[in-house]
């Protein structure tokens, strides 16, 4: 069974504070895509990643996919309380089916 | 609008009861998801359509569960007697089959679901 693991699964911090979740498996996916959810809401996609070792950002958020397109990381410069929410990552695999983690919990304090 | 669509967005029902939700996807999307999301967990797979077909269903989809998408477009998924056990977020979500393999999923706010 693939596995997609995310950590921290929780994580509180001070606004102004860098953070970096991570997204790791065994298995190599054909892209992986990182999404936002906040409670009651569906998830929202914020990045999708194709290439190994391929970095995107979009404005505090850095993405990168890991070399052998089996980890991914999301980091978070200069947090805010809108940053709050559930972090998903899914990686996709040739047939499209999507594995998604269990989600990274994060909570901006003022 | 032309993202993913759910209706209703919320539904309480008694233990029993029979419950149906409908997705509309983008409309230039011919695959459609559905998945299941309890409190703290990420979304589980149930079932997907590649247009009308479905090809894949997840055991998690018991004999209870139906879904179906007539003609390729919108998709309704049904739960008959239902049970507490039930109680989740159902999420839709639709791609294209021709996204050269990135498989990018776009997401439908959910159907929050709670049998008493």
């Known amino acids: 069974t693939q596995l997609l693991e995310q950590s921290p699964q929780f994580l509180s911090i001070q606004e102004g504070e860098n953070l970096t979740v991570y997204c790791n498996s065994s298995?190599?996916?054909?892209?992986l895509q990182w999404y936002r959810q906040e409670p009651g809401e569906g998830p929202v996609l914020l990045v999708t990643?194709?290439?190994?070792?391929e970095v995107k950002k979009l404005k505090r958020l850095t993405f990168q996919f890991g070399d052998a397109r089996k980890d991914s990381s999301l980091h978070i410069t200069a947090a805010q309380t809108g940053d709050t929410g559930l972090y998903l990552c899914?990686?996709?695999?040739?047939?499209?089916?999507?594995?998604f983690g269990k989600g990274t919990r994060l909570h901006i304090l003022p | 609008d032309t993202g993913v669509s759910q209706n209703p967005r919320h539904k309480i029902t008694k233990r029993g009861q029979n419950v149906t939700f409908r997705c509309d996807p983008i409309?230039?999307?011919?695959?459609l998801y559905w998945y299941r999301q309890t409190l703290g967990q990420g979304p589980e797979f149930l079932t997907y359509f590649q247009n009308e077909a479905q090809l894949e269903k997840s055991r998690l989809l018991s004999d209870r569960f139906s879904a179906e998408r007539p003609k390729g477009s919108f998709s309704t998924l049904e739960i008959q007697r239902t049970e507490q056990g039930d109680s989740a977020m159902y999420l839709c979500a639709s791609s294209s089959q021709w996204s050269g393999g990135r498989g990018t999923q776009y997401f439908g706010p959910g159907t929050r679901l709670l049998v008493l």
């Open positions: 409309s230039e999307h011919n695959r």
């Open positions: 899914a990686g996709a695999r040739r047939d499209d089916k999507i594995i």
């Open positions: 990643v194709v290439t190994g070792g």
């Open positions: 298995s190599v996916f054909s892209s």
